[in-house]
Nanobody, 122 residues
Framework: QVQLVESGGGLVQAGGSLRLSCAAS????????MGWYRQALGKQRELVAVVTSVGVTTYANSVKGRFTISRDNTKNTVYLQMNSLKPEDTAVYYC????????????????WGQGTQVTVSS
C-alpha cells in the first residue's frame, strides 16, 4: 500500500516560516516529479512548487523567492521550506507524486497526500 504522508503544517504569524515534509511510503521503485499544491477556502487548488527526479524546480510566481522545494530521492521525501509567510498563503497544502512506479510494476500517473493545514495570521 502506498501513502503520501504530509507533516509540518500549523499556525504561524505573518513573516514567519514553516517547513513541510511529505514522505512516500510503500514498495516504490521510482517517482518522476514530486510537488506541492494548495487550496484556500473557496478557491481552486493551485500549484505551489514541483521538483523533478533530477532536481529541476518550478514555482508559482506568488511564492518565488520565499519558498524552496527540495527532495531526497533516497527517502522518497519532498520538502517545502516556506519563509516570509503571508496571510494569503493560508491554505491546505497537498503533496503530489507524478509518475510513481512500484516494484510490483503498478504505475500511478499521480498520487495525492491527505493535505496539511497552513494558517498565517496577520
Amino acid at each position: 500500500q502506498v501513502q503520501l504522508v504530509e507533516s509540518g503544517g500549523g499556525l504561524v504569524q505573518a513573516g514567519g516560516s514553516l517547513r513541510l515534509s511529505c514522505a512516500a511510503s510503500g514498495s516504490i521503485r521510482s517517482i518522476n516529479s514530486m510537488g506541492w499544491y494548495r487550496q484556500a477556502l473557496g478557491k481552486q487548488r493551485e500549484l505551489v512548487a514541483v521538483v523533478t527526479s533530477v532536481g529541476v524546480t518550478t514555482y508559482a510566481n506568488s511564492v518565488k523567492g520565499r519558498f524552496t522545494i527540495s527532495r531526497d530521492n533516497t527517502k522518497n521525501t519532498v520538502y517545502l521550506q516556506m519563509n516570509s509567510l503571508k496571510p494569503e498563503d493560508t491554505a491546505v497544502y497537498y503533496c503530489n507524486a507524478y509518475g510513481m512506479m512500484l516494484t510490483s510494476g503498478t504505475y500511478y500517473p499521480e498520487y495525492w497526500g491527505q493535505g496539511t493545514q497552513v494558517t498565517v495570521s496577520s
